[in-house]
């Protein structure tokens, strides 16, 4: 079945500890996206890539990284220079750049620094 | 810039009753508005659009939303909720070329 799959579901780390967020996706689409989710903040854009090697920054990039080396691929670090990363993180794709905007999502991933 | 505005953050409502979420955006483009829902631990699934076209638009599990271009509000209703509506919903705007702007989310709780 196509669709985006993120990995781990849930991830505990220690904080100053980097952490690397799986996102892969076998629809074909062009645009990838990541999201965060805080209780009661909505989705806050983090980073988005909307062509291989190319990315650009959201609205709360700071002490995140990304990659796009490959079409289907567009991991997330979170940095020990994020403040808060407690969080619930969502990827997200798009057919095209220029398309409607429509979204397709992942089932999402739950990181927790202890 | 866009920017969308949930106006209640939680909606407590009983079984079998309507229920309205209203949504509130602001750009100075044309707009594309989306209503999508979440489950606990889930991610965000689709439950209807408007591009363009008739401004009523119908989605799934029996939701429709009714785009308002003078009000810039597109609120989502249901005639007659179940238990299983019980989620959050987010109301999100694009112009097309931009990432999706989200609003905060309204938490659903419907009660038997």
């Known amino acids: 079945d196509g669709g985006i799959t993120q990995s781990p579901k849930y991830l505990f780390r220690k904080e100053g500890q980097n952490v690397t967020l799986s996102c892969e996706q076998n629809?074909?689409?062009?645009?990838m996206y990541w999201y965060r989710q805080d209780p009661g903040q909505g989705l806050r854009l983090i980073y988005y890539?909307?062509?291989?090697?190319?990315?650009q920054k959201g609205d709360i990039a700071e002490g995140y990284s990304v990659s796009r080396e490959k079409k289907e691929s567009f991991p997330l670090t979170v940095t020990s220079a994020q403040k808060n990363p407690t969080a619930f993180y969502l990827c997200?794709?798009?057919?095209?750049?220029?398309?409607?905007?429509?979204?397709?999502f992942g089932e999402g991933s739950r990181l927790t620094v202890l | 810039a866009q920017s969308v505005t949930q106006l209640d953050s939680q909606v407590p409502v009983f079984e079998e009753a309507p229920v309205e979420l209203r949504c509130n955006y602001s750009?100075?483009?044309?707009?594309?508005l989306f209503w999508y829902v979440q489950y606990p631990n889930q991610g965000l699934q689709l439950l209807l659009k408007?591009?363009?076209?008739?401004?009523l638009v119908k989605g799934i599990n029996g939701f429709e939303a009714e785009f308002n271009k003078s009000q810039t509000s597109f609120h989502l209703r249901k005639p007659s909720v179940h238990i299983s509506d019980t989620a959050e919903y987010f109301c999100?705007?694009?112009?097309?070329?931009?990432?999706?702007?989200f609003g905060k989310g309204t938490r659903l709780s419907v009660i038997a």
């Open positions: 997200a794709s798009s057919p095209a750049a220029s398309s409607s905007g429509e979204l397709f």
């Open positions: 629809l074909n689409h062009d645009a």
């Open positions: 890539s909307q062509i291989v090697n190319d990315f």
């Open positions: 750009s100075s483009v044309s707009v594309y």
């Open positions: 408007y591009l363009s076209g008739s401004t």
């Open positions: 999100a705007v694009s112009s097309g070329n931009t990432p999706l702007v």
